[in-house]
């Protein structure tokens, strides 16, 4: 039996009332709710062990160093890294992408070379390619999406050749939900000797993430998507590339010895954390991933499914004009959606007055919404603490949206 009770219990914020109707939280593709267990071990680690790290001799320095890089080992474990020193923490899914866009980009990428990317990447994961390809001459191709909002392989394929230098795909789309099929993406782009970065974004909290079997080169994922903190992120990276790129920002950390002539870089993974990290965060965001994997990951995307399947079935046959945008075999808990005419920041202001969040607008993915022909989209999103009665909840509150436009 999925514990829905428990889960429910343990995110405080879950009760608050909004508009005098209980909050109904279907934003999740944006963040997540965090449980109990990651607000006290913020305040644990702030009361307890704080210091800054690495540098200290001191006891508060080492209890502080200690979580800090228990957190890496915890996320090397989470996604199967085959080291701690190929975790990178960086401030969101989208510093990593542009981590390595920038890194590679410097140590591989030349004019007239490709980058290639897909039309339902987030802006995350096409902006830094762009501007690597304005900086080096390179061209971006990017890869079609069918009517069903999966992604064209045939013309995938097309598009590899000897000028290709790097593949960047969601490994789930945050606008269709669609789940890519990333390890045929994968193969096919190292029979060419092509790396891939996979955005991770959407799939973290959704799926078991294992690296290795994937064979992935780059990962990177937000801790706010999987229930942690915000504002720490992550960048799996195979050993020989992270080895090979030059560093990312300088600073403090990524040294080994300074001189005003010359600068020697820091081993993996220091070399491309400049700073003073956030280790408060990425303590915190252990006790997440402790959390999610109490619960177990394939258990929590089963529940998901189960009311993503639920609520597409109750929304295509109670609402005249309507459609779901990603029809995907395969697909996260991710519902973006239309009712005929009705402007979705109508549908998400009056949904909002009956307690039921979603989000509305273009969700960073233009380019994907031009393809379709939107400039707008309504969508709904579950995590691991949504209920079938909010799923209820919400569609009667659609219906009484819909009654009044
Ligand atoms: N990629 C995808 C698919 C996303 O959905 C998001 C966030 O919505 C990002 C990247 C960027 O994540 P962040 O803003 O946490 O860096």
Not at 102 to 124: K, L, N
Not at 222 to 242: D, W
Not at 250 to 269: D, Q, R, S
Not at 372 to 394: C, K, L, P, Q
Request: hydrophobic share 40%; with cysteine; proline share 4%.
């Amino acid at each position: 039996m999925y514990p829905i009770e428990q889960i429910r219990g343990a995110f405080p914020i879950l009760h608050t009332q909004v508009h005098k109707h209980p909050l109904i939280y279907l934003d999740n593709a944006a963040t997540t709710q965090k449980p109990q267990c990651v607000l006290d071990a913020i305040q644990e680690a702030y009361s307890t062990s704080n210091a800054n790290v690495h540098r200290g001799v001191h006891y508060l320095s080492q209890r502080a160093t200690d979580l800090h890089e228990g957190a890496r080992r915890r996320v090397a474990r989470f996604i199967h890294a085959p080291s701690d020193e190929e975790v990178i923490f960086t401030r969101g899914a989208t510093e990593a992408i542009n981590l390595v866009a920038f890194c590679f980009g410097e140590a591989f990428v030349r004019s007239g070379d490709e980058i290639v990317i897909s039309t339902m990447e987030h802006h995350a994961n096409i902006v830094p390619w762009q501007m690597l390809c304005q900086r080096k001459g390179a061209q971006l191709r990017v890869v079609r999406v069918n009517e069903s909002g999966e992604l064209d392989l045939d013309h995938y394929a097309s598009l590899l050749s000897e000028r290709t230098k790097i593949v960047a795909i969601s490994h789930a789309s945050n606008v269709l939900g669609t789940i890519n099929p990333v390890k045929q993406i994968i193969a096919q782009a190292h029979e060419r000797g092509i790396p891939v970065l996979l955005d991770g974004a959407q799939a973290i909290a959704h799926s078991r993430v294992d690296v290795q079997e994937l064979d992935v080169d780059f990962y990177a994922f937000s801790s706010h998507k999987i229930y942690g903190p915000t504002g720490i992120g992550v960048l799996y990276g195979k050993r020989e590339l992270l080895e090979a790129m030059p560093p990312y920002m300088g600073g403090g950390e990524m040294i080994a010895k300074v001189t005003f002539e010359h600068t020697t870089y820091n081993v993996l993974p220091f070399k491309y954390e400049a700073g003073t990290p956030d280790y408060i965060g990425t303590y915190a965001l252990s006790r997440a991933l402790d959390f999610v994997e109490e619960i177990g990951l394939e258990a929590i995307a089963q529940h998901e499914a189960e009311l993503l399947s639920y609520a597409s079935g109750r929304l295509l046959s109670e609402f005249e004009g309507s459609y779901i945008l990603g029809q995907a075999e395969h697909k996260s808990a991710i519902m973006s959606f239309g009712i005929g005419e009705i402007h979705p920041f109508d549908l998400g202001t009056l949904l909002d007055q009956l307690g039921v969040a979603i989000r509305t607008g273009h969700h960073c993915a233009e380019p994907l919404l031009d393809r379709y022909g939107h400039t707008a989209i309504a969508r709904a999103s579950w995590g691991m603490y949504n209920t079938r009665e909010e799923v209820d909840r919400f569609f009667d509150a659609l219906h009484r949206v819909v009654g009044m436009l």
